[in-house]
């Protein structure tokens, strides 16, 4: 139910600093902006009634245009790199003059208050200001949402202004390129301009909350998918988009948490959303049915196009992007749990989608071997989530989020393994990527044979199994698994040629070697010990 619309007091907008007198759209509900957006040309309804739009230029999230402002308090608090990328302060302050001053000519401007963290003790303010009524539809389906008691007097602790009609102007503003999406915490204000692509909202929250929970609140923040079973037993999905995170936690016999973002307490696992926005790439009733019916009135579906003649979407027409998505309240999904807090954690899955076909397709790691793992994030990023990604390519990702952690990936680390040591938690490793050869040579692993590895995980049954360790990267890898053919457990067995396999296996044991070097002073020796060898 979304609250009843109301116009704000000009000072809500005042107090962000937006002059003007632009027509105030404040709170609206779903069908309101839907209606807008069509009204504007800006959207259709698809076949099911689901809103259809185009994000524009970027279909995907710009890393390298993701800036953090290097002040007081993050110059020795952020890990500096690639993805955390420093700007200072004077640009923010140019750009935000300049965004405000945009945003004071519009006609009409979307506001929005919301939550992040479904767990009222760790609950974040934000308040959501948009140029089109349809990145805050993007902002209704993906915060959690207040009701009209908690929206009297609602005061935000941090703000988003996003305009992809405001373009920087890289020669004075600081930045690479005309889009950007920059954070400050000392204004606690995120500006993103030039961009439509609506991924760029919910990842700026993403980020601040991996930087003010873990130091502020002793929280680990995590990139994952979370759902619970009827003991309340909750299982952890860790992985980079594509890797199957919201696909392998639909599970019809437990309920979601959350899939993209969460929380882990010494408590409870908590979202930090209120809707998923889930690829639909080759999406079918039959492979995802919750995600499939999401797709109806109030959903939000990025960059597709219909067949011929009609407004049903071709799900498998990749022309614009392979980053087609949906948004949509997590209440879209049938045994979605409500309010989204489970209990705490007895598996966690490491998902990883192993473009070079050595990997094991389930795997069981020691504590050393599950932070180890974790640092490393090894997958292959798939086409499309980000801008020039065109094709799978391995790609190391520290804790399965690289572009969303500001702090050094063993901070991280190390609340994870106290975690799993304290509440004695199982890791296992899943690659949903490739058997029996390489990417173009062998082929993707059957997603029926990954969900009964998994669900034979979670129900005990490989309690009892013999496992053999992997020669090269010492997981444990089980010899039998209920429904799931004996001879693809061991990649080795997959390959036409072993030999070959074991050199691959080798050269990418050699890229984990490699890519672990920046992290080796940052983490204890127990992890070191856990670096894989090669032959």
């Not at 959690?144 to 305009?163: G, K, N, S, V």
């Not at 795997?363 to 086409?383: C, R």
């Not at 975690?419 to 059957?446: D, E, H, L």
């Not at 072993?498 to 070097?517: G, M, R, S, T």
Request: aromatic share 10%; net charge negative; glycine share 8%.
């Amino acid at each position: 139910m979304s609250v009843p619309t109301m116009m704000p007091p000009k000072s809500m907008l005042q107090a962000a600093g937006i002059a003007g007198n632009a027509h105030l759209h404040y709170q609206l509900a779903p069908t309101e902006l839907v209606q807008q957006t069509i009204a504007l040309g800006q959207g259709v309804l698809n076949d099911t009634g689901a809103l259809c739009i185009r994000t524009g230029k970027f279909t995907g999230r710009s890393p390298q245009d993701k800036f953090t402002v290097k002040d007081s308090i993050t110059a020795n608090t952020v890990n500096w790199n690639n993805f955390n990328i420093p700007i200072e302060e004077k640009y923010f302050l140019q750009l935000r003059t300049k965004m405000l001053n945009y945003l004071s000519e519009r006609q009409e401007l979307w506001v929005r208050d919301a939550f992040a963290c479904a767990d009222p003790a760790y609950q974040l303010k934000i308040r959501v200001i948009n140029e089109n009524p349809w990145s805050n539809l993007f902002a209704y389906n993906m915060f959690l949402r207040p009701t009209a008691a908690e929206l009297d007097h609602f005061e935000p602790e941090w703000t988003i202004l996003q305009a992809p009609g405001f373009l920087a102007d890289p020669s004075v503003d600081g930045t690479r390129q005309e889009n950007f999406a920059v954070i400050s915490f000392t204004y606690k204000t995120i500006l993103i301009g030039g961009t439509g692509y609506t991924g760029e909202i919910k990842k700026g929250i993403f980020s601040i909350l991996n930087y003010i929970l873990p130091q502020e609140k002793q929280v680990l923040s995590m990139h994952c998918s979370a759902n619970m079973g009827a003991e309340g037993d909750v299982a952890i999905f860790f992985g980079l988009s594509g890797t199957g995170k919201t696909t392998l936690s639909a599970d019809p016999q437990r309920k979601l948490i959350g899939d993209d973002e969460h929380g882990w307490t010494n408590h409870s696992v908590f979202n930090f959303e209120g809707g998923c926005y889930a690829k639909t790439v080759d999406l079918s009733e039959e492979k995802e049915p919750e995600i499939f019916h999401a797709i109806k009135p109030g959903a939000l579906v990025e960059n597709i196009h219909f067949f011929p003649g009609s407004n049903r979407i071709d799900f498998a027409d990749t022309e614009i992007t392979e980053n087609t998505r949906v948004s949509y309240p997590l209440n879209f999904i049938s045994n979605a749990q409500e309010p989204s807090i489970g209990g705490l954690p007895k598996h966690i899955f490491f998902l990883t989608c192993d473009a070079y076909g050595v990997l094991p397709p389930i795997s069981k790691l020691n504590p050393g071997q599950a932070m180890y793992q974790f640092i490393s994030g090894y997958t292959a990023k798939v086409a499309g989530t980000e801008a020039g990604v065109t094709e799978p390519k391995s790609t190391f990702s520290a804790c399965f989020g690289a572009p969303f952690m500001p702090l050094h990936p063993g901070k991280y680390a190390a609340m994870l393994g106290e975690k799993m040591r304290a509440q004695q938690v199982q890791v296992w490793m899943i690659n949903t990527g490739w058997s029996g050869g390489s990417y173009g040579i062998g082929k993707r692993m059957k997603l029926s044979y990954t969900r009964a590895m998994i669900t034979a995980a979670l129900e005990g049954q490989l309690n009892n199994v013999n496992f053999e360790a992997h020669p090269v990267f010492g997981m444990q890898i089980p010899q039998t698994c209920p429904n799931v053919p004996t001879e693809i457990l061991n990649p080795r067995n997959t390959w036409a040629d072993p030999a070959a396999y074991d050199k691959v296996a080798n050269d990418l044991a050699n890229q984990f070697i490699k890519n672990f070097e920046k992290y080796a002073s940052g983490v204890d020796a127990e992890i070191l010990a856990a670096a894989p060898t090669p032959l």
